[in-house]
């Protein structure tokens, strides 16, 4: 299915709107379903997603366990005399946490199945500055980069014969700590070195840009569009009043 | 005895329709200087990438010293085989330069004097003493290419496997390289070479191995270099 990249846009921010605003696991399960049906219909491989997934299950599990300790209510499910550890209302939470992660990276998934210069233009074309739309696809471009750097940072500190699943809890956060920070600033570093290239080949050296081609929305664009729009908008309205 | 050992290894990058590497059987002794060279995309990271288990092949098994590469944790084969990046960048993560020199050492528990000892050793040799506290990624190319090479020979590996370890070196720097990595094969340790600088190459290797499109075109086999005769 060809669609615009902004009706994409539209469709990732209704969705990513919804799963904040959900609270409980059935209906962002649901929410997850029709995310992964609308990034079939754009012929995207779902396994793509379970491999951005991966990185984050561990941290969806620590949040997972956190949030089912520490937010009480409903039915004890396991208690350590008269102290509640596990209930009903905490698995609730836990579970809405990760599934509401996993609705937000699925609909970002649908930027990818547009280019970044047609991402640029679709901002631009809605009176969007050119600079904001240029750097928040800068930004968007660099995250595989951040994820690649970080993968060799890892692997280079295994090579160096540090067994990093052998090193206690305590010491791991500090070695992380660690790795993070050249990560941080060599992001800074290259951050740098991308501006000066820019100004080398003549960024910003005319007030105004033209553009070769122009995007246009179709009948289906303004379709999609309105049917996302008027659906996240009469959803969120049935979640306030229910509350 | 044969320390590293490739065996009918096919190996294809995914979503690639023309595998890297295909049908390669190479034998590698623990001593002895090989030389892989070959035209850009022939395949030589990619293997040398396959022997530290950093990539894992798609058909055919590397073997360390008779066993499965997959059976020994990144950790465990990097404390035996020094392997320098192509791209220094992917391998400096410390703070300052000689944190990164002594990272390997520190970590392995050796004492903080004999540490000490060793990272002031290697910043001489390799020209960084000024350096010391500066942000590794604020060097310039050939600077860091030293300070790779230092961080790594600092662990003092069995076996060392350096990609294009001469990028970015003067001639002086590369010759102070050049005899360093003499010194340690004479000692003993073997190393993996691989370059696209002809002279250098000439002057390490006992034996050279070309690839090209991902095959063994030719192995010269291990011959005596003079450099390493007593």
Known sequence: ?243 | MTFLELSRVVFSYPRKMKPALTGIDLSLDKDGVTAIVGPNGSGKTTLTKLLIGVLRPTEGEVRLEGRPVEEYSLAEIGRRIGYVFQNPDLQLFCSTVAEEVGFGLANRGCEPAYVQEKVAFYLDYFELTAYRDVFPLYLSQGEKQRLAIAAVLANEPEFLILDEPTIGLDACRKKNLEDYLKKVARLGSGMILVSHDEPFVDKMAERVVTLANGRIQSDSGRKVNAAYEA
Do not use: H
């Open chain 1, 1 to 243: 299915m060809k669609l615009d990249p902004r009706t994409k846009m539209v469709m990732a921010i209704c969705l990513s709107s919804l799963a904040l605003l959900y609270d409980t696991p059935d209906r962002l399960l649901l929410l997850l379903a029709a995310t992964v049906a609308l990034l079939l219909l754009f012929r995207f491989n779902p396994g793509a997603v379970w491999g951005y997934l991966k990185p984050f299950l561990s941290l969806m599990l620590f949040l997972f366990v956190i949030q089912s300790i520490f937010s009480p209510g409903g039915a004890v499910l396991l208690a350590a005399g008269p102290v509640p550890l596990v209930t009903s209302q905490g698995l609730s939470t836990g579970a809405s946490v990760v599934l509401r992660i996993m609705v937000v990276t699925a609909s970002a998934m649908l930027f990818t199945t547009f280019s970044s210069r047609d991402f640029i233009l679709g901002l631009v074309q809605w009176k969007v500055p050119y600079e904001l739309a240029f750097m928040v696809a800068i930004a968007i471009r660099f995250l595989p980069v951040f994820r690649d750097e970080m993968i060799n940072v890892v692997t280079a500190v295994q090579l160096r014969g540090v067994e990093l699943k052998k090193v206690p809890w305590g010491k791991k956060t500090a070695m992380y700590r660690r790795l993070f920070f050249p990560i941080v600033f060599g992001a800074m570093l290259k951050a740098q070195q991308l501006a000066v290239a820019m100004e080398a080949r003549g960024f910003r050296a005319y007030p105004r840009r033209t553009y070769l081609r122009r995007l246009d929305l179709r009948r289906a664009d303004y379709m999609s569009m309105l049917l996302f729009l008027s659906a996240t908008l009469t959803l969120m309205g049935a979640d306030v009043m229910v509350k």
